[in-house]
């Protein structure tokens, strides 16, 4: 996605009240940035290491700038605390992103969730559980990716 789809995407999100939900809700980057969100506060907050990470993956995924990172997480923290489920979103990236991807998109969700320590929480693992299934990511392929989390994100420190 290049920087004038970015553009049109976030015009879109500032658009008309009454549109602004549903378009929202079709886009994959919004749909991913609200995933990693929503891990993120499984523990009442997202520190600033959980944020880096988002924007990290997100700028890696889409090959957002800072500043388009930084757009879209604020638009997708706002999502994220309005929805009341995560089916929406998650069909989303079932509908956009091939097996690989969706993958991916796990490994990132581990890597946000795994920040704190290279220990995710009870309620972080079963987040993770559910979206893996939701969008058709296999048991062993969810468990790898949590290695291959793992592994980078001790590089990182």
């Known amino acids: ?6 553009e049109e995407l976030l015009r879109r999100f500032d ?3 009454r549109s602004e939900g ?3 809700q ?3 980057a919004f749909a991913f940035a609200v995933l990693l969100i929503e891990t993120a506060r499984t523990d009442d907050r997202v520190t600033d290491r959980e944020r880096g990470i988002i924007g990290r993956v997100l700028a890696r995924r889409f090959g957002f700038t800072p500043d388009q990172v930084v757009r879209l997480v604020q638009r997708a923290t706002e999502g ?5 489920d995560l089916f929406h979103f998650t069909r989303v990236i079932v509908e956009k992103f091939t097996e690989q991807d ?3 998109l796990i490994e990132g969700i581990w890597q946000v969730a795994l920040s704190d320590g290279l220990d995710a929480s009870g309620q972080e693992d079963t987040l993770i559980r559910r979206i893996a299934g939701l969008i058709d990511v296999s048991d062993h392929d969810r468990g790898e990716a949590r290695q291959r989390a793992m592994q980078g994100l001790a590089r990182m420190n």
């Open 80 to 84: 994220a605390q309005r929805a009341t």
């Open 22 to 24: 549903a378009e929202k």
């Open 15 to 17: 658009g008309p009240a």
């Open 1 to 6: 996605m290049g920087p004038e789809m970015f």
């Open 102 to 104: 969706r993958i991916a």
């Open 26 to 28: 079709t886009d994959p």
